[in-house]
């Protein structure tokens, strides 16, 4: 490997400017595949190498990004962590994977690595901007470093968004299940404080008021977006007389353990008793029965959410909250009946 290889060496063999070749080592997707070719077989045929100390010194950046999540042992994240990793990678970026759970001051001790300069950037995937970082770079997000969140928003959305209209989305489940001959549809919530229990709670009743039926207080169900709550739900399911002939999970997690204790109590789904979930994480379809769903693109998400990330990073500024919405899509498998 030759050592001495420069920069313009590579520049003059790829037949591009020096700074082409720099944006092509730091930021690779926001340059054509004939330039990456050009520029990658250059360096490989000079045995060009960045000294990365030294450049991260010159910029002050230190080539990572940190990633918040409230569970790293929730599936659901797992497409999405893809995303970003394979954007991160391509991007010489390393990824800084900090589980928040639900204690503000882990995600507070994560972002600390932001403020001292540890990190670059930040996706946010819990939903939660620290009291601190606002207290530090102030409450409109004029001054913030670059940060994105991901999937779930924030209440005040200071900070650009990449993920899926919820209430649309849940009110695509409720128009299907309409559609289908049901009319008893019961709704198993997420947590109470989470923005998307909000969103798709009411995208549900939107549903439910624009088809003009009514919903019985008793077909609302409270969850955490965990299997051990869709099996609660599944154990008061069984005690009512007026019985829902299709349940609406807010997750497939929950959705999941709904159709489990339901085989456990002797209730078929779904003759019994349909259902319906969201996200379509990798087990809806061994599922059993395969789990009716709606479909978010999550390895999207994640690649989109860490290209905008990297934008702002380069940009050295953050830009006005925006949202950046992916479609969703209704995937039909065996769970919800078909009553008409």
Same mark, same amino acid.
């Given at each position: 490997?030759? #050592?001495?290889?420069?920069?313009?060496?590579?520049?003059?063999?790829?037949?591009? *400017?020096?700074?082409?070749?720099?944006?092509?080592?730091? +930021?690779?997707?926001?340059?054509?595949?004939?330039?990456?070719?050009?520029?990658?077989?250059?360096?490989? %045929? +000079?045995?060009?190498?960045?000294?990365?100390?030294?450049?991260?010194?010159?910029?002050?950046?230190?080539?990572?990004?940190?990633?918040?999540?409230?569970?790293?042992?929730?599936?659901?994240? *797992?497409?999405?962590?893809?995303?970003?990793?394979?954007?991160?990678?391509?991007?010489?970026?390393?990824?800084?994977?900090?589980?928040?759970?639900?204690?503000?001051?882990?995600?507070? $001790?994560?972002?600390?690595?932001?403020? /001292?300069?540890?990190?670059?950037?930040?996706?946010?995937?819990?939903?939660?901007?620290?009291? *601190?970082?606002?207290?530090?770079?102030?409450?409109?997000?004029?001054?913030?470093?670059?940060?994105?969140?991901? *999937?779930?928003?924030?209440?005040?959305?200071? =900070?650009?968004?990449?993920?899926?209209? /919820?209430?649309?989305?849940?009110?695509?489940?409720?128009?299907?299940?309409?559609?289908?001959?049901?009319?008893?549809?019961?709704?198993?919530?997420?947590?109470?404080?989470?923005?998307?229990?909000?969103?798709?709670? %009411?995208?549900?009743?939107?549903?439910? #008021?624009?088809?003009?039926?009514?919903?019985?207080?008793?077909?609302?169900?409270?969850?955490?977006? +965990?299997?051990?709550?869709?099996?609660?739900?599944?154990?008061?399911?069984?005690?009512?007389? /007026?019985?829902?002939?299709?349940? !609406?999970? &807010?997750?497939?997690?929950?959705?999941?353990?709904?159709?489990?204790?339901?085989?456990?109590?002797?209730?078929?789904?779904?003759?019994?008793? &349909? =259902?319906?979930?969201?996200?379509?994480?990798?087990?809806? $379809?061994?599922?059993?029965?395969?789990?009716?769903?709606?479909?978010?693109?999550?390895?999207?998400?994640?690649?989109?959410?860490? #290209?905008?990330?990297?934008?702002?990073?380069?940009?050295?500024?953050?830009?006005?909250?925006?949202?950046?919405?992916?479609?969703?899509?209704?995937?039909?498998?065996?769970?919800?009946? !078909?009553?008409?």
């Amino acid at each position: 490997m030759n #050592k001495r290889a420069t920069i313009e060496d590579v520049a003059r063999i790829a037949g591009v *400017s020096t700074a082409t070749v720099s944006r092509t080592i730091h +930021t690779p997707d926001i340059v054509s595949d004939s330039t990456r070719q050009a520029v990658f077989g250059a360096i490989d %045929q +000079t045995g060009f190498t960045l000294n990365q100390a030294a450049r991260n010194l010159r910029q002050r950046r230190a080539n990572a990004v940190i990633v918040l999540v409230p569970d790293i042992g929730n599936t659901f994240f *797992s497409e999405i962590l893809a995303g970003i990793e394979r954007v991160a990678s391509a991007a010489n970026q390393t990824i800084l994977i900090g589980d928040a759970g639900q204690d503000p001051r882990r995600a507070e $001790k994560f972002l600390n690595a932001l403020i /001292n300069g540890q990190a670059d950037g930040a996706l946010l995937l819990n939903g939660h901007l620290p009291p *601190s970082l606002v207290e530090r770079f102030g409450p409109s997000g004029a001054t913030l470093p670059p940060i994105v969140s991901v *999937s779930e928003g924030l209440e005040q959305q200071v =900070v650009p968004h990449v993920g899926i209209d /919820n209430a649309a989305a849940a009110c695509m489940a409720v128009q299907y299940l309409i559609d289908h001959g049901h009319r008893r549809i019961a709704h198993l919530r997420g947590p109470a404080d989470n923005i998307l229990t909000r969103q798709r709670h %009411q995208g549900f009743l939107d549903g439910m #008021k624009d088809a003009g039926l009514t919903v019985a207080p008793d077909h609302i169900f409270d969850g955490d977006f +965990t299997i051990e709550s869709g099996i609660a739900a599944a154990r008061s399911l069984v005690n009512q007389t /007026n019985s829902p002939t299709v349940i !609406f999970c &807010s997750n497939d997690e929950m959705a999941i353990g709904l159709m489990s204790e339901c085989a456990v109590l002797g209730l078929r789904v779904p003759q019994d008793v &349909s =259902v319906i979930g969201f996200d379509d994480i990798a087990f809806s $379809k061994v599922a059993s029965p395969r789990l009716t769903t709606i479909r978010q693109p999550r390895l999207d998400i994640g690649e989109a959410a860490m #290209k905008l990330l990297l934008g702002l990073i380069a940009a050295d500024a953050v830009p006005d909250a925006a949202m950046e919405t992916h479609d969703v899509q209704l995937i039909e498998r065996d769970s919800v009946r !078909f009553l008409r």
